[in-house]
């Protein structure tokens, strides 16, 4: 019998990710479908009660339920405990078993270039749901600090003192400081929604250099304002369609326990572009 999988979220319709599975799907010769799901805010329990009665095999979660999920999961992973939030679940036999892959995601494409993180210095801009997860992997791989950028300070403060609990030194600074000292921090990644819409970059790139590691996680557009600039400034950049990638091929491989087909799933996504 095809098995079924989904994406859930609000808006759903511009999702790439049924593209980025059916293709792998048809690479590999599987007999599995992935759909997209739309399941508005409020409506998260009715949702998952018709996935569960369709026998879904396997979901991904996205915005606005990735925290909200975590009430309606029979089982957690590590990964989820520490970062409070689902974006890949597993049924296994009506059991729901929640994941998060957007933090191994993030770290793969860096991983993929030989880059170390350990001992080095990050400077990440946001501290929404996104930011917590590429903290928390920083933190995971050993880097030195991690100093937090956010437009609300409140909130940035509270994502250093996360990173803080992880065992990371960490602090908190302005968006125009963040801009002057970029040039000094191995990392700098955007982690903010500035640049969804073409926006310029969410700070000033003058300090951006080739010894920058630029990652700008907004993917649609690919190359953003952030990135385009920073690629002026001769800095490694790590493109956001990468880490989409990266956490569909983990979620991939939680679901079919076969490696994913990351060349199938890369060409369907730039062809979407
Ligand atoms: P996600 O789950 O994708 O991380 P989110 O939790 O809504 O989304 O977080 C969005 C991030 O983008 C936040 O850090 C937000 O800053 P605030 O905490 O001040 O809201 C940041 N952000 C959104 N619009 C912004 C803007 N115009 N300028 C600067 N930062 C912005």
Request: aromatic share 8%; proline share 3%.
């Amino acid at each position: 019998m095809t098995k079924t999988f989904a994406v859930i979220g609000d808006p759903i319709d511009h999702s790439l990710s049924p593209n980025i599975h059916n293709a792998a799907f048809n690479a590999l010769g599987m007999d599995c479908t992935y759909i997209a799901y739309r399941i508005p805010k409020g409506e998260l329990k009715e949702g998952i009660e018709s996935l569960r009665q369709i026998k879904i095999s396997g979901f991904n979660v996205t915005i606005p339920h990735k925290i909200e999920m975590m009430r309606y999961i029979d089982e957690l992973s590590e990964e989820c405990k520490t970062i409070g939030a689902i974006n890949t679940v597993t049924n296994e036999n009506g059991r729901l078993i929640g994941h998060n892959t957007d933090m191994d995601g993030f770290l793969e494409p860096i991983k993929k270039r030989n880059i170390a993180i350990k001992n080095e210095d990050v400077l990440l801009l946001g501290a929404g749901g996104a930011a917590r997860a590429i903290a928390a992997g920083f933190a995971k791989e050993g880097a030195h600090k991690i100093t937090i950028a956010n437009r609300t300070k409140e909130k940035g403060k509270e994502l250093a003192k996360f990173a803080a609990s992880l065992g990371i030194e960490s602090n908190e600074t302005s968006l125009d400081e963040a801009g002057q000292n970029a040039g000094k921090y191995k990392f700098v990644v955007n982690a903010t929604s500035v640049g969804l819409k073409n926006e310029l970059s969410p700070i000033s790139t003058n300090a951006i250099n080739s010894q920058n590691v630029v990652y700008d996680i907004i993917y649609m557009p690919m190359n953003t304002d952030f990135i385009a600039q920073s690629k002026k400034k001769s800095a490694i950049v790590i493109y956001g369609y990468e880490m989409l990638l990266g956490q569909a091929c983990l979620a991939f491989e939680i679901w079919h326990k076969v490696k994913a087909p990351y060349d199938a799933m890369r060409k369907v996504l730039l062809g979407g572009f």
